[in-house]
């Protein structure tokens, strides 16, 4: 039997030992504290498409494992007030593949008083400081698909969306939802041509807002202060100008919850102790999570995620 | 039986579109927070076409079935090719649309491998290595070991391939199927 044998080579691992040492170099230097959260939480993330892993921890309760340390530590910004970064494991049910693994490694941190523009900055000195990036971009989501498929994401009909994603791809299904279409053209059509460099993509669609601010734009749409930075077409961060106000965030969880409705997932239920941080007063601060398995990938670690990581999924 | 997108592997065969496919690869793509789905790539095992669909992760399709059965081929009665299981002896009968491109490399009592949909013979794959008679060639070219010149040859089968430029009509050569590349001579 041979396949005891782990997936990432030395060298991966060596990669990997070193890259942490330089990001916890690069957070001292800028006096960002490096905090311990829980892995295990009573509530788990509301996103719709992010479905989270029980835990059975304890008789007759519901625990999750976290699919991010984005509560906890928000929890920690309401009572301190403090820049933070977390680098430790998150996890995600129903994810595996060639650049996911259901089990990875997060990198997520926090600035009060930045915004999302400002916190791109580090992301690229971060990124810039391990790798070495042929171009840096910003574009905005809607001069991205104006670009590179001709359509306003934000504008543009159901009926034209479905239209264009069909040209691409072979799709048999339908949906109502615009998010599933545009989700198609970005995974299919734009991320694939983005180039070697790092592209900040942001002012997402309101409807994509997740947890960041939304404010209109120049044009006067509104938009969602939310950023994904991608190197080589791989997505590598997700970034917001963080949702501050609590009442907004209880609306959030509540869309969130009538989307998981219409999916037909799992429900999970608010978060009350993060809607009480948040009502006690969370600083206006940027949030950004980095995945570092894909960091070690581009870094040229390996090709699949598996090959960073000591056991993945298949080999467990 | 039904198969979720996130059990996809390849060589896993399914129903689409009422034809039965392999799956070739199966790859999971999502936007951090967005609608995952699987680009999976499929080859229809009637008409052998390859392509990608799109498929939203979680959606499931049937199994066909599809098997694969190593057999020997016995002959060709000049609408049928004839195969049979060589423990148990059965016999299959396989028409040209399932045979295709295959027979210019079947050699009676050679092994190949039957793909068996429903029962009945859907593909013939020759073995990956045969060993074939040259039917036909130019004369060879005696001394000429060295130099890396090639020249068409005809085989028993029917395949032509490209074979050096000292071989000899008569003489047998090894050829892998999957390229048509000449391998060298059989050893006997």
Same mark, same amino acid.
């Given at each position: ?41 009573? *509530? ?174 120049? *044009?006067? *749409? ?95 | 039986?039904?198969?979720? &997108? ?23 793509? !999502?936007?951090?927070?967005?609608? $995952?789905? #699987?680009?999976?790539?499929?080859? #229809?095992?009637? /008409?052998?076409? +390859? ?12 199994? =066909? ?22 423990? /148990?002896?059965?016999?299959?009968? =396989?028409?040209?649309?399932? +045979? ?12 190949? +491998? ?9 593909? @013939?794959?020759? $073995? ?6 040259? $039917? ?13 010149? &090639? !020249? ?6 029917? =395949? @032509? ?7 000899? &009509?008569?003489? @047998?050569?090894?050829?892998? &199927? ?7 001579? $059989? !050893?006997?």
């Amino acid at each position: 039997m041979s396949d005891w044998r782990p997936g990432a080579e030395l060298r991966a691992m060596r990669m990997r030992a070193d890259l942490y040492a330089r990001i916890r170099a690069f957070f001292h230097a800028r006096n960002v504290l490096e905090v311990e959260v829980p892995l295990i939480g009573q *509530t788990a993330a509301s996103d719709p498409h992010i479905n989270s892993i029980g835990a059975d921890c304890a008789d007759n309760s519901l625990y999750y494992l976290q699919s991010s340390p984005e509560y906890f530590m928000k929890r920690l910004l309401s009572a301190h007030g403090e820049a933070i970064y977390s680098l430790g494991k998150a996890f995600r049910r129903e994810e595996a593949g060639g650049r996911h693994n259901p089990e990875f490694t997060m990198l997520e941190w926090y600035r009060p008083g930045f915004d999302e523009h400002v916190l791109m900055d580090e992301v690229e000195c971060l990124i810039g400081g391990v790798l070495t990036l042929p171009s840096v971009q910003r574009v905005s989501y809607r001069a991205l698909f104006l670009d590179k498929l001709g359509i306003d994401p934000h504008r543009a009909e159901l009926k034209e969306l479905k239209r264009k994603a069909r040209a691409h791809t072979d799709i048999h299904w339908d949906d109502e939802d615009r998010d599933v279409w545009l989700d198609v053209l970005m995974t299919h059509c734009i991320e694939p041509s983005l180039g070697a460099g790092l592209v900040f993509v942001h002012d997402y669609p309101e409807s994509q807002a997740a947890l960041a601010r939304v404010e209109c734009d120049s *044009t006067g *749409t509104p938009v969602a202060r939310r950023f994904e930075a991608y190197v080589g077409g791989v997505e590598l961060a997700n970034g917001y100008w963080e949702l501050t106000d609590a009442e907004e965030q209880a609306r959030r969880f509540e869309k969130d919850r009538s989307q998981r409705h219409r999916l037909g997932v799992a429900q999970v239920e608010a978060d009350e102790k993060l809607l009480a941080a948040m009502r006690s007063g969370m600083p206006a601060c940027a949030g950004v999570a980095l995945g570092v398995d894909r960091l070690l990938m581009l870094m040229g670690a390996g090709d699949r995620i598996g090959d960073v990581l000591s056991f993945s999924f298949e080999r467990l | 039986m039904g198969y979720s &997108t996130s059990e996809f592997r390849s060589g896993l065969k399914v129903m689409l579109d009422g034809d039965p496919c392999s799956i070739l690869e199966n790859e999971f793509v !999502k936007p951090g927070k967005g609608q $995952a789905f #699987n680009r999976v790539r499929l080859r #229809n095992l009637k /008409s052998g076409r +390859v392509w990608d669909r799109t498929f939203k992760s979680g959606e499931s399709l049937e199994g =066909a079935d599809v098997i694969e059965k190593d057999m020997e081929y016995l002959y060709n009665d000049g609408e049928f090719y004839h195969f049979m299981e060589p423990e /148990s002896f059965d016999q299959h009968q =396989a028409d040209m649309a399932a +045979v295709g491109d295959t027979s210019k490399w079947l050699k009676e009592q050679d092994r190949c +491998v039957v793909t068996l949909y429903n029962g009945s013979p859907l593909l @013939v794959t020759a $073995a990956n290595h045969v060993e074939l008679e040259i $039917a036909e060639t130019d004369p060879g070219l005696k001394g000429d070991t060295a130099q890396g010149g &090639t !020249k068409p040859a005809t085989l028993t089968s029917g =395949a @032509v391939i490209k074979v050096p430029l000292f071989l000899e &009509t008569g003489e @047998v050569v090894r050829v892998d &199927t999957r390229t048509g590349e000449y391998l060298g001579r $059989a !050893k006997d």
